[in-house]
């Protein structure tokens, strides 16, 4: 897959395990902090969850491949949200006792990786909760609130390519290969024809901005209470400079229901967003083929990750199956149809 090296062995390489017994004693030394440190799930990063008598946090210790430049990306978007919008629901970062955001540690053994610590969020993982049409507009409308928080932001990491990055689809095309369904593979490529032929010559013209570009529904939680109120948006390691709409199609994708109205449900979701940042139409018009071109990235993706580690297998492959439903459900529906669909629900027909 064509990328940048440093994004490909993120990718392609395990992550180092971390003693627990190393990460108690940097917590005790770098943020005076003690309790129980248990391990959470990660695609690329060691993470760890330390609760204590008054607060729980997250531990989160960088794959070894990842440029600092790129961790920074993510801190100073958290510190810049914060700023912009203190009330999104959004993880703080938790300073060391020399009031740093991040720092630089070795594990034994091991090479030296970003450290950094934040606030936990509690609350429901999305995909546990009830779902509802409520609950689907709150969520457009909260992206739309962190994409309007990051819209004065700038970093240079975010210039530096990634894998995940929509506006690069194509390059996923080599990893077809690896598909056995001849079905599948045709499937996938008719997807990334149409993001070729309708997407990629209109990209220079979009707007763009620092976007989370992961807003999938394991990256979101919601109150116990009330599933219909988002409690936390997680995971900023995806970002990237990229145009806006690209924000939004990684949204709407986890969005389709294969077995449902596909346009009236992306319909509904895109509106709610634009009630909140308004889009223009030729973001629109590319919206539907970048839904598309994301799921397309899902499948292959984490089905060329799965096979290279077969012991993460579960998690990287958590979205793959409803994926190839949800590409099949978009695929037989005419761009044009679709196109004239969501400009009628943001009032732009």
């Known amino acids: 897959m064509a990328a940048g090296p440093q994004k490909v062995d993120v990718l392609s390489e395990g992550s180092p395990e971390v003693p627990l017994a190393w990460a108690i004693d940097l917590l005790a030394r770098q943020y005076g902090l003690a309790g129980r440190l248990s391990p959470l799930t990660g695609e ?34 958290l510190l810049h949200i914060s700023a912009t919008d203190p009330t999104l629901p959004v993880q703080r970062i938790v300073p060391t006792l020399t009031g740093q955001p991040s720092l630089i540690a070795q594990p034994p053994g091991g090479d ?73 593979r045709e499937l996938a490529t008719r997807a990334l024809d149409r993001f070729a032929t309708n997407v990629q010559p209109r990209l220079s013209r979009l707007r763009a901005q620092p976007i989370h570009n992961d807003f999938n529904i394991y990256n979101v939680l919601v109150d116990p209470q009330d599933h219909a109120r988002i409690a936390g948006v997680l995971d900023f390691g995806d970002m990237v400079h990229a145009p806006l709409i690209d924000d939004l199609a990684v949204a709407a994708a986890y969005q389709v229901d294969p077995a449902g109205d596909t346009m009236a449900t992306l319909a509904d979701f895109v509106a709610a967003y634009h009630a909140v940042l308004p889009l223009e139409a030729n973001e629109i018009d590319v919206l539907f083929d970048l839904v598309q071109a994301r799921l397309v990235m899902v499948v292959a993706i984490s089905g060329w990750r799965a096979a290279r580690h077969p012991e993460n297998a579960p998690y990287l492959l958590r979205n793959n199956a409803v994926s190839w439903d949800r590409l099949a459900a978009c695929d037989a529906i005419p761009t044009e149809q679709a196109r004239n669909v969501l400009r009628r629900a943001c009032g732009l027909a």
């Not at 008598?53 to 100073?76: G, I, N, R, W």
């Not at 909760?129 to 609950?135: D, E, F, K, P, T």
């Not at 994409?147 to 929509?166: S, T, Y």
Request: aromatic share 6%; hydrophobic share 40%; charged share 30%.
């Open 44 to 77: 690329r990063d060691r993470n760890f969850l330390l609760e204590t008598p008054a607060a729980s946090y997250m531990l989160k210790v960088s794959h070894p491949a990842e440029l600092p430049l790129v961790a920074d990306f993510q801190t100073q978007a």
């Open 112 to 184: 030296a990786r970003v450290v950094r610590l934040f606030s936990y969020l509690p609350g429901e993982p999305l995909p546990k909760a009830q779902r509802s049409q409520a609950q689907a507009r709150e969520l457009a409308r909260t992206l739309a609130r962190l994409d309007l928080a990051l819209r004065g932001f700038r970093h240079p990491a975010g210039e530096l390519e990634l894998p995940w990055d929509i506006q690069r689809a194509d390059r996923v095309r080599s990893l077809l290969d690896c598909v056995p369904d001849r079905a599948r």
